[in-house]
């Protein structure tokens, strides 16, 4: 067992582990089910209680892929905090295959439960936006008049990016639903896509996810043809002496990064090699290590900072 962290995930009730797993990348086709079984159990040995999913994550596959893991390493349910998200579907072709309505809700989560082999998750999140759904029936704020109105638990979490080069929407947008809502963050790409590995620094590797990008990773290979991400990549070997300083990788100081906001419940971290795990893991050594001095030197190099939110009550 590690030196694990566990937060509370807002206002839930719920503690989950300050690392999580996530099964987006975890999974890759042909399925290895010895090798994921062994990455839940290096895991759950860890104290990683929060396991992430999705109904969409290689179509349904992940999800009973993890099912039959669960199964196979004897976890208990109680030890276990599941997630799981709606909206995109898997695959299916009909026009309610997909989206935030009523039919495709009940029937999604049926359909995940039966694949996770689950009586419950613990977690479900609104995957995307539906252009369909009244915007006012998703917004948080909104969402928590409505649910106060019907007498009903309003949302307790939220799944943003977040990372060294993302931090608006942690930092400053949802400032005021910590306070006012107790709202959780479930924080997804804490290595902006395995950027901050530093990887990616001369281009993109042979055999790197990027390499011969598809699908949705295709979206996020923009980053390397545009100015801005070039220069976002070109400053991060200017961190490569603070993790010397630190005694560390560069991945273990992206992680602990995340995790040192105290608004972020927990962050998930994909790990699809057991020397991945093995290493990742160690960020939480790093956390106590990362004094106001340096957290503001790794501002100063990416200058990503966001700007703060005026309080009109203070002037």
């Not at 989560?109 to 998750?121: C, E, F, G, T």
């Amino acid at each position: 067992m590690t030196n694990m962290i566990y937060r509370r995930l807002g206002r839930s009730g719920l503690k989950v582990s300050v690392i999580s797993f996530g099964a987006w990348m975890a999974i890759q086709e042909p399925v290895d089910q010895e090798l994921f079984d062994k990455l839940m159990k290096m895991s759950y040995d860890a104290g990683i209680n929060f396991f992430d999913n999705a109904e969409y994550y290689t179509h349904g596959l992940s999800e009973t892929v993890m099912g039959i893991s669960i199964k196979n390493n004897g976890f208990k349910r109680e030890d276990l905090v599941i997630s799981t998200k709606i909206f995109f579907g898997t695959n299916g072709w009909g026009p309610n295959a997909k989206g935030l309505s009523k039919k495709h809700l009940v029937e999604g989560m049926n359909a995940s439960l039966k694949r996770l082999q689950l009586d419950y998750v613990d977690l479900v999140f609104a995957h995307r936006p539906d252009p369909e759904v009244p915007m006012e029936e998703i917004q948080i704020t909104e969402a928590h008049v409505i649910a106060r109105e019907l007498g009903l638990e309003g949302p307790v979490m939220e799944q943003p990016q977040y990372n060294i080069f993302n931090r608006e929407r942690v930092e400053k947008e949802y400032l005021p639903l910590y306070e006012n809502f107790g709202l959780g963050t479930t924080i997804w790409s804490p290595l902006a896509h395995g950027v901050l590995t530093g990887k990616y620094t001369n281009g993109i590797p042979q055999g790197a996810r990027f390499d011969g990008a598809e699908g949705v990773h295709k979206v996020h290979v923009g980053r390397f043809n545009h100015d801005k991400g070039k220069d976002q990549i070109q400053r991060v070997p200017r961190l490569e002496p603070i993790a010397k300083q630190l005694g560390c990788t560069l991945p273990q100081l992206a992680i602990a990064w995340c995790i040192k906001n105290p608004n972020v419940s927990t962050a998930i971290t994909a790990f699809s090699k057991v020397e991945q795990f093995e290493s990742n893991i160690k960020c939480l050594d790093i956390i106590d290590k990362l004094t106001p001095e340096i957290m503001n030197q790794i501002d100063d190099i990416f200058e990503t900072k966001p700007t703060q939110v005026a309080n009109f009550r203070d002037q």
